[in-house]
């Protein structure tokens, strides 16, 4: 039995190295001899490489905030909470897929009162699904910096309970595409973000409605200044500007007027990260309106402060 295991051994070693014996024999630079060129362990320790850069997670988060403030505007004075989740899946040298939802919770029922869309507290008012295709570019030799860019298509969803039709109030759904671009750098991380209206929104229409924001940020470590771990608590204030077009004028305030700025904003985030993954973020914000046609639409709502804490979850 021994003497036929020892066949069977010699007879797999013997089959193994015959077509690495006939093969051809090349020399290296470095003058060390390379059989076949590039071995099996070469082809394997690349595609394990390879395979490596594909990754996949995702993340869900919750927000609550004490006003719902969208394009520099109040949407609804009263506090909201904003849930969503998340999953990614992408290559670090190709693009990343998102396909995400975030949803938008009243908290009291100013949607019979003045919202003019029935009572939805503690009801979702809008669903927004949403895909994102982003990638990091490698420009840190003329930039300083990775490139990061993302277009995202996302659809504003309300539902059939929120319509008032014996009111002659509509409250329809949209579609929206966004661009996004930003530079990582050591300082201010300048980024640009452009929303354009794919749809018509009813009476309100909208379509062909662009509203442009440009920001500069800075995240301060200050945890490690308090002996906390790298990461652990950050303070990162933002500042920005944003304009519209006259579609969007028309549809935010029905204000007739072509390209202008809107409103300035800052907003201050302290980051908590106990441990790997889970953040705690409170933050404070406000809104200026600068333009003048939109100060003058916005009369008491010219400057808007508010405030909040997010919860966020990355596996």
């Not at 840190?140 to 059939?160: I, K, M």
């Not at 319509?163 to 300082?187: C, H, I, M, R």
Request: include cysteine.
């Amino acid at each position: 039995m021994k003497k036929c295991a020892s066949l069977v051994a010699m007879l797999a070693l013997f089959g193994w190295a015959m077509p690495m014996m006939a093969a051809p024999v090349e020399v290296a630079v470095d003058n060390q001899p390379v059989i076949g060129g590039e071995t099996d362990a070469d082809e394997a320790v690349a595609l394990d490489e390879e395979e490596a850069g594909w990754e996949f997670g995702g993340s869900v988060w919750a927000d609550f905030r004490s006003k719902y403030v969208y394009y520099g505007l109040v949407d609804n004075p009263h506090a909201i909470i904003v849930p969503g989740a998340e999953v990614t899946f992408g290559h670090e040298d190709y693009f990343t897929l998102a396909v995400g939802v975030e949803a938008i919770f009243d908290t009291t029922n100013y949607g019979a009162k003045e919202g003019g869309y029935n009572d939805r507290r503690w009801k979702y008012m809008e669903l927004d699904p949403y895909v994102t295709l982003s990638r990091s570019w490698d420009t840190e030799e003329w930039l300083g910096g990775n490139l990061n860019t993302s277009l995202t298509y996302a659809y504003e969803y309300h539902p059939r309970s929120c319509k008032k039709p014996s009111e002659g109030f509509d409250y329809p759904n949209a579609q929206w595409l966004t661009f996004k671009v930003g530079l990582e750098d050591d300082f201010l991380n300048p980024t640009l973000s452009v929303e354009y209206q794919l749809t018509t929104q009813g009476e309100w229409d909208g379509k062909g409605g662009i509203y442009a924001t440009f920001s500069l940020s800075h995240e301060f470590d200050i945890g490690a200044k308090l002996g906390l771990e790298e990461g652990t608590l950050c303070l990162t204030p933002s500042i920005g500007i944003a304009a519209a077009n006259k579609d969007r004028n028309l549809s935010d305030f029905e204000v007739d007027s072509a390209v202008m700025f809107r409103d300035a904003f800052a907003r201050l985030d302290l980051s908590y990260t106990p441990f790997e993954g889970l953040s705690i973020a409170p933050y404070i914000a406000c809104h200026q309106q600068v333009g003048p046609a939109a100060r003058e639409a916005t009369e008491d709502d010219q400057f808007i402060a508010y405030a909040g804490i997010g919860i966020s979850y990355e596996f």
